[in-house]
């Protein structure tokens, strides 16, 4: 970079969370970094963390629920101005607890055609297309 530095890149796991045909989704609190914008739930990876036990922390910590943490679903890396992010979404399932919006403002189960309707996260807007498929799929 023309400027002597290099911005970390952030290390993010975030869940896929499928339930009756629909994904949870939740909302950023309005003072946040992208405040007001839907994202997969989930969290940045502590340094030395294993990715998916950084995401079932996450997940106990701003939804109240356990999840299995199982395959992964896809990676992203995207670049916000403030800085670079890496994603891993992993698809998880809930073992314990009914999801609440504990450190968020809200969430929501979407379906395929609610999906590209409500504002996402660009880093996110990428699963959209494989999402919709298997939401839609019989």
């Known amino acids: 970079m023309e400027s002597g530095y290099e911005?970390?890149?952030?290390?993010?796991?975030?869940?896929?969370?499928?339930?009756g045909g629909k994904v949870l989704v939740t909302q950023r609190e309005e003072g946040d970094s992208h405040g007001l914008f839907w994202e997969f739930p989930g969290g940045k990876i502590e340094d030395g963390e294993d990715p998916r036990r950084a995401l079932q922390r996450e997940l106990r910590e701003e939804l109240g629920i356990e999840v299995k943490v199982e395959k992964i679903w896809d990676v992203v890396f995207h670049v916000y101005p403030e800085y670079p992010v890496l994603l891993l979404f992993y698809l998880c399932r809930i073992e314990k607890g009914v999801p609440r919006p504990i450190g968020c403002r809200a969430l929501r189960w979407v379906d395929g055609r609610e999906l590209p309707e409500i504002p996402l996260l660009p880093a996110d807007v990428p699963l959209i297309e494989g999402l919709r498929e298997k939401l839609d799929a019989p």
């Open 7 to 19: 911005l970390k890149t952030i290390l993010v796991s975030a869940a896929v969370i499928i339930e």
